[in-house]
């Protein structure tokens, strides 16, 4: 088994080496694996409250922060209107949120939980998943604030790059970029 300095250096080779790429070093593959097992892991918890994990993280949202716009509350779930209202929608049907429009600016609708909707809180328990994880208390934070910082950089990172001219939208232009990255 790699060392941590291994799987570093590893990775460090493999990117200045693109032509013989090791799925082991790709850091999104990493995260992409972690996040289907974490969705493995939550499966009873959630079947247990009757809830996708994205309609989980909604009524969290809302436990955090009740009556909220639903453009706000796209935003901290990184969901887009046209994915949200759906699941709105049918957490509205289960009677846990409801959704109304803003009497001060009609063009919003507010999404505020029920009584039913506090109360899975409460049938939640204090069920998660910090044990399962295996990191020590210490070091549950840290990696969370890691994934956190990595996942804003990669956003300032695509609100940084430039939009293409539209002489680079050229055949050979996409050719040159199709060989390079």
Known sequence: MKTTKTAAADATASDLNPSDPKLADFLCF???SANLAYGRAYKPILDE??????????IVALWE?????????GEKLFLESNTLTPILKKLEAMGYL????????ERQ????????GRQL???????NLVKASGLSPEEFPR?????VALRNNLL???????????????????KQRAQTG
Request: net charge positive.
């Open 30 to 32: 990493a995260i992409y």
């Open 49 to 58: 409250l009757g809830l996708t994990y994205t309609q989980y993280i909604a």
């Open 65 to 73: 922060q009740d009556n909220q716009t639903v453009s706000g509350l």
């Open 98 to 105: 409801r959704r109304q429009r803003d009497a001060a600016d």
């Open 109 to 116: 609708v507010l999404v505020s939980l029920t009584d039913a």
């Open 121 to 127: 809180r409460d049938k939640r328990g204090g069920k």
């Open 143 to 147: 990696l969370q604030k890691a994934v």
């Open 156 to 174: 300032k990172s695509m609100q940084d790059t430039p939009t293409r001219a539209p002489e680079d939208a050229s055949p050979a232009a996409g």
